[in-house]
């Protein structure tokens, strides 16, 4: 029988090192041999066996020393090894069976025998070595998996609100909602399309990119959620899943922020931003791709009060401007009529007076 395997013998008397080479040559191993315990723990650092074969009366260091510190190595303790003894060792091949060795050859060694023990430690081995694998294959699976896991909630992050996530994690579903009291806010860029007309594809992608970076962050940290980007434009709102107190002060400080953000980026690019306050419908719709939304005329006002005037412009409904309580400084632009929205009182925030 051709056992293949490559068998490290460690025996300080020469002619056992050579009766065991011929034995395992025949069976189709091949081997390595040290004439001591330390040499053997230095052979191994460089040499790759499936089995030891070990003396236990050796100088230097003997096969109890041998055995304690291959058991006691992450590297080495899984490599099976068989104790070579005499019959008069039997006591101390029980000492190595309790330290951890599979099996024991007496002296003088039966050929039949020796086949027998090598073949039931290397089958023992290689479904050792299989069971490993398979461990290895499990942890790499559980570890694609976390990670796939983590992907998808940085996904779900970046289309849905946190109470939303956790909402759907938690009920497989986000139940649609009316929302009182929230502070919608549009910012797009002026002039964008000319700019796209006058720039490499490239450059306007990089400016929006780094604008719309910045931009996330000032939504955070005025208080505001972001729904969504649309174009060049920001759809954003305040006191829907994030409570808070005074939504349209909230909203003004994020429109000077988003529009000092849009100044200062490579592009110089001007803002022009509505503001309106009202009810607002939200949930998520789609199947295959998830989109949370919010709906409803304050939505719809907002929209419309963002494409009037100037560059540079910030436009509130009358029942935002109420909400300022005259800390900010603006004009009246009297009633307008609005597409879809109908007949509208606007103001214009003077965003060089400030917070009066």
């Known amino acids: 029988m051709n056992l293949t395997a490559h068998i490290l013998i460690i025996d300080d008397e020469i002619h056992n090192r050579e009766v065991l ?4 040559e025949l069976l ?32 230097k260091m003997d096969g109890f020393e041998v055995l304690r510190r291959l058991k006691a190595s992450t590297r080495f303790h899984h490599l099976p090894v068989v104790m070579i003894s005499a019959l008069g060792d039997l006591e101390g091949v029980v000492r190595c069976i309790e330290l951890g060795a599979e099996d024991y050859l007496p002296k003088p060694f039966d050929p039949v025998l020796l086949e027998a023990r090598i073949k039931a430690c290397l089958e023992k081995k290689r479904w050792h070595d299989q069971e490993v694998k398979y461990v ?22 970046a289309i849905l609100p946190a109470p939303a996530v956790t909402e759907l994690k938690t009920t497989d579903r986000v139940v649609p909602r009316r929302f009182e009291r929230v502070a919608v806010l549009f910012a797009d860029i002026a002039e964008f399309t000319p700019y796209c007309e006058r720039h490499p594809a490239e450059k306007v992608v990089s400016d929006l990119d780094q604008l719309f970076e910045r ?31 005074d939504p349209v002060i909230s909203s003004i400080r994020c429109a000077l922020s988003l ?23 939200a949930g998520v719709v789609g199947r295959t791709k998830l989109s949370f939304d919010v709906w409803g005329d304050t939505v719809n006002v907002a929209a419309r009060l963002s494409d009037l005037g100037l560059p ?45």
């Open 21 to 24: 080479e011929q034995e395992l």
């Open 28 to 59: 189709g191993c091949s081997t390595v041999m040290a004439g001591d315990g330390l040499a053997a723990l230095e052979l191994l650092e460089t040499e790759p066996v499936d089995l030891i074969l070990l003396d236990i009366i050796m100088p």
């Open 136 to 157: 290895k294959q499990i942890e790499n699976h559980l570890i694609a998996l976390t990670r796939e896991r983590e992907r998808t909630e940085q996904l779900l992050h």
């Open 215 to 245: 931009w996330e962050s000032v939504v955070v940290e005025c208080g505001l959620e972001q729904i969504k980007s649309i174009g060049d434009g920001l759809f954003a709102v305040a006191n829907l899943f994030r409570t808070n107190a």
């Open 259 to 281: 529009a000092e953000a849009a100044r200062q980026s490579p592009a110089s690019w001007q803002i022009r931003v509505g503001i309106h306050t009202g009810s607002v419908v």
């Open 312 to 356: 540079g412009s910030i436009h509130l409904s009358a029942d935002a401007w109420a909400q300022t309580s005259h800390r900010y400084d603006g004009n009246a632009l009297g009633h307008m009529q609005l597409k879809g929205c109908g007949d509208i009182e606007v103001y214009r925030l003077n965003v060089s007076g400030g917070v009066v």
